[in-house]
């Protein structure tokens, strides 16, 4: 299984600041995503994070807020830009691997953002 | 859109109990994974079972998986206090590149 590490695993910031997020995983790995999960609930996809190219965004989610970079395939990270106090979330990066299609993700253990 | 819904919401059992839990899902799927999440931190890989397969066994828990019903079910045999976290089941969309989508989740307390 691959182990996945974030940082930072927590920060406080202030409204209008951005924070970027590193998720270094320990092989390399055909594919790469960010999600969010809102307090008190399941997580939802932001983009998969494309090794050198552009992130695939899901439904209500840009780039302008949530650019993301992956320069190689253990590494990867996400920015949310502009922050407001609903960005107060727990980010996830996951990683994928398998064969035949059978993509096992395995998860960071997440990075909590509280956004004042 | 959240695809997987989960029940219950929320389960109390004792110690040494069973514990079920389900997940239904809308579209056809490559495979649905069950992961653990503890107190709001990672998640935790549990299982995964192909959309080939039926039933999966792995230590405590139990996987069934039912493509005609679009829904599975995760067992986990004789409870432990450690148990106690939020379960959530994942599916890979067919029509997707592998990206997964949550269930809404059960939380689980085992008292001990």
């Known amino acids: 299984s691959a182990v996945i590490s974030q940082k930072p695993s927590r920060d406080i910031c202030q409204r209008g600041t951005s924070l970027t997020i590193q998720c270094q995983v320990d092989?390399?790995?055909?594919?790469m995503f960010w999600y969010r999960q809102q307090p008190g609930q399941s997580l939802t996809l932001i983009a998969t994070?494309?090794?050198?190219?552009?992130?695939?965004?899901e439904s209500g989610f840009v780039i302008d807020k949530f650019p993301i970079s992956r320069p190689n395939l253990t590494f990867s990270t996400l920015t949310v830009s502009n922050m407001s106090p609903e960005d107060s979330s727990i980010y996830l990066c996951?990683?994928?691997?398998?064969?035949?299609?059978?993509?096992?993700?395995?998860f960071g253990p997440g990075t909590r953002l509280l956004v004042l | 859109s959240q695809q997987g819904e989960e029940d219950p919401q929320a389960l109390s059992i004792q110690e040494g109990e069973n514990a079920t839990m389900n997940c239904s899902y809308k579209?056809?799927?490559?495979?649905l994974q069950w992961y653990r999440q503890n107190s709001g931190r990672g998640l935790v890989h549990l299982i995964l079972?192909?959309?080939?397969?039926r039933e999966k066994h792995s230590g405590r828990l139990r996987v069934t998986l039912d493509t005609s019903k679009k829904s599975s079910s995760l067992l986990i045999t004789a409870s432990r206090a450690a148990d106690t976290a939020s379960y959530f089941c994942?599916?890979?969309?067919?029509?997707?590149?592998?990206?997964?989508?949550f269930g809404s989740g059960t939380r689980l307390l085992v008292r001990p």
């Open positions: 996951s990683a994928g691997q398998g064969d035949n299609g059978q993509e096992t993700q395995y």
């Open positions: 092989s390399q790995v055909t594919m």
């Open positions: 994070a494309n090794q050198g190219s552009e992130a695939t965004y």
């Open positions: 579209t056809s799927i490559n495979n």
């Open positions: 079972i192909r959309s080939n397969e």
């Open positions: 994942a599916t890979d969309p067919m029509d997707s590149s592998y990206k997964l989508i």
